[in-house]
């Protein structure tokens, strides 16, 4: 009797390591599925923001022309160029 004691409780630890070896694997799975939305979710972020980098880079390369610039300051700011007679040369003295 002893004996079968012995193998039942060794039959029963071994179905209890059985099932909690299980449990621990769908754990992992589940876990495992997470993280794997979670990195298709944020390859998905860095995507859309390389996108926008580019639009934005486009956008400064336009907006940062000469061209651009001095229509800017002409309507805005009123800027001209000065005529010949406002135009004052100042010139360093011989050493």
């Known amino acids: 009797m002893n004996r079968q ?21 769908v ?19 860095l995507d859309q923001l390389q996108i926008e980098w580019g639009q934005l880079q486009i956008e400064q390369s336009t907006q940062g ?8 300051a002409r309507q805005r700011l009123h800027l001209t160029e000065p005529s010949d007679n406002q135009l004052v040369v100042v010139r360093e003295p011989p050493r």
Request: net charge negative; proline share 0%; charged share 20%.
């Open 5 to 25: 004691v012995i193998e039942l409780v060794g039959v029963l630890l071994l179905a209890a390591g059985v099932v909690a070896s299980g449990i621990w694997i």
């Open 65 to 72: 022309t000469h061209s651009r610039i001095e229509a800017l």
């Open 27 to 45: 754990d992992v799975e589940h876990r495992s599925r997470q993280l794997f939305i979670h990195a298709e979710g944020l390859s998905h972020e």
